[in-house]
């Protein structure tokens, strides 16, 4: 049963220059218990995706159309208040690189327990002693409790605010690049951590990235985003293992394996296009090396094809 699904939700920043389509008509939906990843590179559209999920855009952006229903309850409608309540007890977020937000003065247990007393009826005592038990599930121990965060490494901050996301059982966690900026063997333990407290939190998971190889594993599914659009969709191992969509392929090709056979790498020519002014047609057509007359003037729809839904001519 579907605990998320987002339908045709568009948003758009309306600047001086003109209107960036961001987010242009996402369709997806997350059982629960699963955990799906959005890929693609900067700029096209994954993080205004997942800030949509929690009502976290803000002017000059704003959701000008779609549904986003969790647990049967329309997110875009919600009050002021409903969304506040949601926030960190129903649906948490790690944001990109938030280990460096994290308060340099006050103890890594007096940082979690705040998320609880701010959700739930309880004792300073009690939260502080849910926050220690917290940092054991993470894999940091209860004797690090009272340390600073800048007393411990990257990985461990990272551990941190993983704790702090889930303390109070939300039943959605986004994680937004949450391995970025890790060393090889910390990625691997922190995806590991996400995987343990997903089975032992029953976590429905959204991961944002965009190097699919690093969280290929992790995920059941993953959606290929580009520019405001998702271009393709599948099983994480059968995207991983076919790729349909050249851009999917091209990104694939772009990273190395995390583990696996080494390979040569291949950079994607160009960059993603501007969203206030994209190419007509396929807007990745300037960059696809498959690229014929109708990827410039026709816009590929998505459709069904041996198990992906893929938005390509080719396909
Ligand atoms: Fe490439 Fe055309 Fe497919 Fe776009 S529609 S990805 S330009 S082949």
Known sequence: MALLEVKNLKVYYFTRKGTAKAVDGVNFSIDKNETLGLIGESGCGKTTTALSLMRFVTPPGRIVKGKIVFDGRDIISMSNEEIRLLRGKE??????AAQNALNPVMTIEKQISEGILEHESITEDEALERAKNQLNLVGIGDERSKS???????GMKQRVMIAMATVCNPKLLILDEPVTGLDVIVQRQILSLINDLRAKLHLTIVIIAHDLSV???TCDKIAVMYAGKIVEQASAVSLYKNPMHPYSQAL????PSIKGEKKK???????PPRLVNPPPGCKFHPRC????????????IIR????HLVACHLN
Do not use: M, N
């Not at 600073?148 to 990257?154: A, F, K, V």
């Not at 790498?265 to 960059?271: E, F, N, Q, R, V």
């Open 265 to 271: 790498l291949k950079s994607i020519p160009g960059a």
């Open 91 to 96: 649906i948490s977020i790690v944001f990109q």
């Open 252 to 255: 694939i090709k772009a990273y």
């Open 304 to 307: 069904e094809k041996e198990g």
């Open 148 to 154: 600073y965060p800048h007393e411990l490494s990257g």
């Open 289 to 300: 090396s498959y690229a014929a007359d109708i990827c410039r003037k026709k816009e590929p």
């Open 215 to 217: 969280i290929a594993e």
